[in-house]
């Protein structure tokens, strides 16, 4: 046991094994409450809205939006660039606090890496469907074809992020499931009925614990955490790669890879705080997720915030200095345009909300945190939609310049991949281990 | 579902139950000095140092893993050069579309060399530890994923020292049940009223905490 005297326990409440599976498998075995209800109808109506809004797109034509020849990628590549980098924390967390020795991930990273996935299924419909012919939407793949075997353009960053999308999806799915092994066979171990006994079996995959596999699982989860590192850190990459190899002033700048990445950690911490102080408190799960974890949370908040409003600073002294009225002009106008009230919502949620958390009381303080995660999800929401909306809406050409704004289309299957996402969170925590029972028993007694 | 034959040979075990991996550690030592070959330990989480002390060596997956890491970046440059040098160079601009565009494919290049590796090393993993989905578990005690450690010595192999001796050893080191002809079951073998009885401790306190919150929300 390692203790460091001047940290606080990392779990609470003087929790033994048995407690903490208990604690763990008390949603999975009984029936679940009024608030889960409550809750994962909301979610199940706002997917009843995507679908809904995704069919109308589809059978209506892309026209229902209101993305024009000169906005073309308006509300929906703003949704997607905003979900992919809320899944960034899941692998931060999951990945990168590991290999830092962090142990205070333990308790938090399976719900940060469920969010991962499923913020990345909610990205993944944003792209198909502004295909418009989602049908089509096996034609980025690198298939063989009738058309003259015209391949994929592998100088396109577009195509990157195709492979990176679902490498990283399908890689997380397995870091995923790799650690719920051992936790489901908790579950299949205390089964009472047949459904539970049939399905847990099924998916723990005969794990009993022992010595010898617990030795290679521990070196397979450190090398996934390896490779996960630099591919969390690729994803976003790509992403801004999308904006920064094109020639629009406002995206043509080499700082977005770094830029983007730190965006997405950010927005990633800011959901995640969202949801484990909802969870923690619906599930009773204080003595888990203790004071403690949100307090590192909150400082990972205001490094990448204050990362994040660097490169906006930095990104408007280059556009002054750059001698490029082109470039000049695109930042003038994110400040001082039709849209400049986005311009400094953005700022103030990102630049300017998290500063609160140098206070020790504004970090410990549960539902003030709630607040400012809140603030942050807006914010970077808006960081896209400033960057996307407000680069395009003005381009060289006065004459085709327009105003952007979202239809109701837009608008509801932006909401209702809230829905998507919140029906995967419920179900989860409803049908699996919310916390890592086998790494949290590993540090009950831990201080670090 | 397919059985899992390591242990359901009808072989038997002799067995000490730890509720502490300190303990468990302990008495692993204890008995590799002795000269008692244990079979394996059961527990509900890694405990360290205990593969070290059980005399395991690392595992080789690291190996793999990088091989087919190396298969993937290999598959992805194939991939790439392949489709837009060989079979059909999309000439955008003028632009050469030879080897020089390289820098290009590395993206495509990096990610798949990830997902080769992930897959490669965890499809390896499961195949090593013979996972599969379906395949029945051997348990030597229903709470080894929870709360109990499981030390287990094989009584087919000869021991250095007599199988009371081993009994006596374990309990010294702080086992809170030893049983010396133990055979592994799994959770379907169990009877309703078994698993009811093995159930009936650990589930009272759980019960009353629910029920304490149901009236609450009401």
Redesign the interface.
Known sequence: MYTADIRQPLVTGGKTYSDVTKDVCRPIENKPTPSWWLGFSIAVLLLLLLAGTLAWTVWEGIGTWNVNKSVMWGWDITNFVFWVGIGHAGTLISAILLLFRQKWRMAINRSAEAMTIFAVFCAAIFPLFHMGRVWLGYWPLPLPNAFGSLWVNFNSPLLWDVFAISTYLSVSLVFWYLGLIPDIATVRDRATTKARKFWYGFFAMGWNGSAKSWGRYEVVALILAGISTPLVLSVHTIVSMDFATSVIPGWHTTIFPPYFVAGAIFSGFGMVLTLLLIARYVMNYEDYITSEHLEAMTKVILLTGSIVGLAYITEFVIAAYSGYEYEQYAFANRMFGPYAWAYWTMMFCNLMAPQVFWSKWARTTPWFIFIISIIVNIGMWFERFVIIVTSLHRDFLPSSWVMYHATWVEVGIFLGTFGLFFTCFFMFAKFLPVINMAEVKTIIKDKE | ?VD?SILLDNKKFTIGIF?DS?KLLHAVKTLKEKGVKIF?????????H??HA?G?H??N??IG?FLC?MLGCLSGFT??YY??VV??P?I?GGKPQDIS?FT??I??M???T??F???G??IM??A????????????LS??????HMVLAIDNDEDQAISNDDILTLLKKEGAIEVNNSKEAFN??LTSEEE??KL?KK?KA??KA??ST?KPK?K
């Open positions: 579902m899992k509720d300190d394996d330990c059961y527990t509900p989480f890694p405990v360290h205990l593969d059980l395991y690392r595992t997956l690291t893993a890491g991939l790439a489709m837009n079979d059909w999309m955008i565009v290009s494919f993206p495509v990096f990610e798949l990830i997902l590796t992930a897959f090393m965890v993993f499961f090593r530890s013979r996972m599969i989905h379906g395949i029945k578990e051997d348990l229903r709470r080894q994923t929870d709360d959770t379907s698993l009811a159930l650990p306190p759980t905490k629910t919150k929300k």
